[in-house]
């Protein structure tokens, strides 16, 4: 009989995926906006009311977004965790290349735009930042140098944070 490993390299894409998903996006795109905003409706940003439509936009995108392409990683069989085995070219990944962190910002920017906090969309930016920061300098260089010619290939097709529809 076979036992299931709690080592985070070693556990299934299916459970590792949903792991990862209770763990790190959903406190960090749920838990903490609610914390900041209560869920409570503020003023609009700003009186821009608008801003409230693009939030609930940006919500009904970035929350499936975030999702699927977490999801994508475990149908391909790949864990959406270091160290990474292969790249997922596939689905969301097609579009852009860091699809999960297009999902949670704009999961987030949603809720502080919606509810009218300036304090959850100044968090959203703050993360925003931090990871354009950590792909840029620590894991493209890791992946390009784990994986070589093939994500060098990639990034030349697939833009990293502002999808595309995929080159054919």
């Known amino acids: 009989m076979s036992r299931l490993s709690l080592r985070p390299s070693s556990l299934p894409p299916g459970v590792a995926a949903l792991a990862f998903t209770l763990l790190v996006p959903l406190p960090m795109a749920v838990l903490v906006p609610w914390l900041i905003t209560g869920w409570q409706l503020q003023p609009a940003l700003f009186g821009f009311e608008a801003g409230r439509y693009l939030g609930v936009a940006m919500m009904g995108v970035g929350g499936p977004l975030l999702l699927v392409s977490v999801a994508w990683f475990a149908r391909e069989g790949v864990r959406p965790y270091p160290p990474i085995e ?45 990871f354009v920061i950590f792909v840029t300098t620590i894991d493209d260089p890791f992946i390009q140098k784990r994986i070589g010619p093939t994500y060098d290939d990639y990034m030349k097709s697939v833009p990293g944070w502002i999808p595309r529809r995929p080159k054919r």
Do not use: D, K
């Not at 790249?87 to 809720?111: D, E, F, I, K, S």
């Open 86 to 130: 292969r790249v997922v070219t596939t689905g969301p990944y097609a579009y852009t290349r860091n699809p999960m962190y297009v999902g949670v910002v704009m999961l987030m920017l949603g809720q502080g735009l919606w509810f009218g906090s300036l304090a959850a969309v100044l968090y959203a930016l703050g993360w925003l930042t931090a």
